[in-house]
C-alpha cells in the first residue's frame, strides 16, 4: 500500500498544509498553492471562480483571464469563439 493512498482527504489536507506556508511567504508554497487553485486541487474553488469574481468588479485583467479559462474550458464550459471576441465581450457587459 502506498503511503499516498493511507491518507484520507490527502488534497484537501495538502491544500490547508500549502495555504498556511503560503501564508507565511515561503516562495515554493505560493507556487504551489497557486497551482492547486489553478486546478482546483483539495478546494472547490478554482481560478476560473476567482477570476469571475474579480471580473465582476471590473478587474479588466481578470476578465481577460476568465476569457482565457472560457476558451480553454478550465473551470468552466469550453466556449470556442474566438478568445479576443469573448474577452471584447466581457469587457463590453462589463462581466
Known sequence: MRIQNAVPNR??????????????EYLNAQFQLGYYYDEGIGTEVNKSELYKIAAEKGDNDAKY?????????????????????LIKNLVEKNI
Open 65 to 85: 483571464n476568465l476569457g482565457k479559462c472560457y476558451k480553454l474550458g478550465k473551470g468552466v464550459d469550453k466556449n470556442e469563439k474566438n478568445p479576443f471576441e
Open 11 to 24: 488534497e484537501e489536507k495538502s491544500f490547508e498544509l500549502i495555504k498556511e506556508l503560503a501564508k507565511k
